[in-house]
């Protein structure tokens, strides 16, 4: 499956901003589907995933709460909703989709499948 991320853009503290990740097959549904992001000089970060197999979300410790992650099968589409962000929010996010064990579900190997990113900023 193919993944197509966008959305990104420059927003000010506490700002929001929606990212969409559209994919090329409605089997996208019946996979998980995450977010990951990446700022320059740290290690990729896992942001958020919605699960193919029990359809939760589940998020990473640094956007709980603030982080909305969904999905629109209709048009084969994940969004994460990203609010009150914050200049640590800078980053370049990337979508990713597979069948992932809950387990595994926040470590990018047992992803498969990757969108381009989409660079989000956070201006103080």
């Known amino acids: 499956v193919q993944l197509q991320a966008s959305g990104g853009g420059v927003v000010q503290t506490g700002g929001s901003l929606r990212l969409s990740c559209a994919a090329s097959?409605?089997?996208?549904?019946?996979?998980?589907v995450a977010w990951f992001r990446q700022a320059p000089g740290k290690e990729r970060e896992f942001v958020a995933a919605?699960?193919?197999?029990?359809?939760?979300?589940y998020y990473g410790d640094s956007v709980r709460g603030r982080f909305t992650i969904s999905r629109d099968n209709a048009k084969n589409t994940v969004y994460l909703q990203m609010n009150t962000l914050q200049p640590e929010d800078t980053a370049v996010y990337s979508c990713?989709?597979?069948?992932?064990?809950?387990?595994?579900?926040?470590?990018?190997?047992?992803?498969?499948?990757w969108g381009q990113g989409t660079q989000v900023t956070v201006s103080s």
């Open positions: 919605l699960s193919g197999s029990n359809h939760r979300a």
């Open positions: 097959e409605r089997t996208v549904g019946r996979k998980t």
């Open positions: 990713a989709a597979g069948n992932v064990i809950l387990s595994s579900i926040s470590y990018a190997r047992g992803y498969h499948s």
